[in-house]
């Protein structure tokens, strides 16, 4: 009975907005109190520490910071250029390439909704103007947003790793392969559409123009190549890349001559802000996976599985299922938070192999910010372009369905995933 009488209280304060990080420490203190357990609190501030005392979890501040420096150094600028010259003469060359920018922007913010803003203030608007549709001009971008955080260096990928204790330089080379196919499937799905639309073709660049624009965004693309190559290679841990991608985005900042003490101060204070909720949150799971951990609730839920015949892939369709749908209305670290601790211990016991698990889990939720009816995703774009949220709604829905099916893929293809960390030695 106390243990319902939590869980409605955690309830009302949910909605009545409070923040979870603490709603969730605070039920799982009082729960230790309920269940009597509360002789083991004493050992509470040791697990927090280790569960943030953490070497992977040093890049997670840097590689933020990094992303914050290049948003405002011109970095983003110079690839939409870049792309713009690569692939605008084609038919429905503004689709084409408003999904190479996201794909440029992975190495940048790896956050799917900073990257549908920055899009949708630049290049949507040019869509429009060059005779789109409205609706798909938002709903590609809403859509071709997911690829930045897939695409490492990933953030989402960071927590996931410090939270299954899982080699975040593997995950790293993991998402590269996801990414670059989710990439491929909007490029294929923007060709049809082109054709069946009849969408217009870009104005061709000239080859000295397009010599320029790689030669304006060579520091920028320079980024991700010194950091994933340093990865790859052993030459670097992700926190040391992280460190030496903050030093690059610097450099950056004062090739495109817009770097200053703002700049700096800015990043720094959104840096602390973004840091300080993920740390606050890891500290109030580690006391609910602490609980977890005490009243056997992973082995519990391994039983049921077992008892429910939800053995293999039918386990990984319902976890699909879990992660899509709390996606939509959850934030990614929320989300991994609440859930990874207790439903991915019973599939890695399965044979899933936790890498494998982790790109899943990251492209579920990805697509989450870009399914109806609360994809933050969708919510950002219609802000920004004033367009109707539904209107927006339903012209992603062809984009949704693809990317389902790309997931459907990787979920039973493991060595999509897997196999290039494999190949490296991971």
Known sequence: MPVVVISVFSLALLIGGAVLSHIIGTASILSFIALGRDRFLA????????????????????????????????VTQALLDLASAMMARLRGGLGHVNVLTSVFFAGISGSAVADAASVSNTLVPAMRKSGYPMAYACAITAASSVIGPIIPPSIT????????????????????????????????????????????RGERVAFGVFLRRVWVAAPAMLIPAIIMGGIVFGIMTPTEAAAVAVLCAIVAGLIYRQMSIEVIFQSLYRTAVMS????????????????????????????????????????????NLIFLVFGTFLDVPVALALFVPLLVPPAIEMGVDPVHMGIVILVNLMLGIVTPPLGAALLVVSTVTKVNYWTIARAVLPFLLVQIALLMLLTFVPAL???LPRAFGY
Do not use: C, K
């Not at 998402?175 to 491929?184: D, E, R």
């Not at 077992?306 to 319902?318: A, E, N, S």
């Open 157 to 200: 990928l960071i927590f996931y790793g410090a939270l299954m204790q899982t080699s975040v330089t593997a995950l790293f080379i993991a998402g590269i392969v996801p990414g670059l196919l989710m990439a491929l499937v909007l490029f294929g799905l923007n060709a049809y559409m082109a054709r069946r639309h009849d969408h217009p």
């Open 276 to 319: 300080g909720s993920i740390f606050i949150l890891l500290a109030a799971v580690a006391i609910f996976g602490y609980l977890a951990g005490i009243e056997q609730l992973p082995r519990a839920i391994s039983g049921l599985i077992t008892d429910l015949g939800l053995d293999g892939w039918r386990y990984l369709l319902l976890l």
């Open 417 to 419: 995933s897997t196999a």
């Open 43 to 74: 050992a509470a501030p040791q697990r927090i520490l280790a569960n943030i005392d953490l070497f992977s979890l040093m890049s997670m501040p840097l590689f933020i910071l990094a992303g914050e420096i290049m948003n405002r150094a011109g």
